[in-house]
């Protein structure tokens, strides 16, 4: 069992970076909404956007969990 103390043990900088990850991958998933209607991108262009979209977000969840580790503050789950 881990201890319950009162003070937060998250790591800020993997933080900062997964909110960077987070703004890019809507960015993209926004760029790849946006590009199906009022753009004449191809269905690959269209998917590209999407896909690196999902990933960026999937890789700032990651880095999320990572940030927030075994803190007893704030759970995961």
Do not use: D
Not at 23 to 45: D, K, R, T
């Amino acid at each position: 069992m881990a201890k319950t103390s009162g003070k937060c043990t998250c790591n800020p900088g993997w933080l900062i970076l997964a909110l960077i990850f987070f703004s890019f991958g809507l960015y993209a998933l926004v760029g790849g909404f946006a590009g199906q209607f009022g753009s004449n991108w191809s269905p690959a262009q269209i998917l590209a956007w999407y896909f690196v979209g999902f990933l960026l977000v999937a890789v700032g969840k990651m880095l999320k969990w990572k940030s927030h580790g075994a803190c007893t503050v704030h759970k995961m789950g």
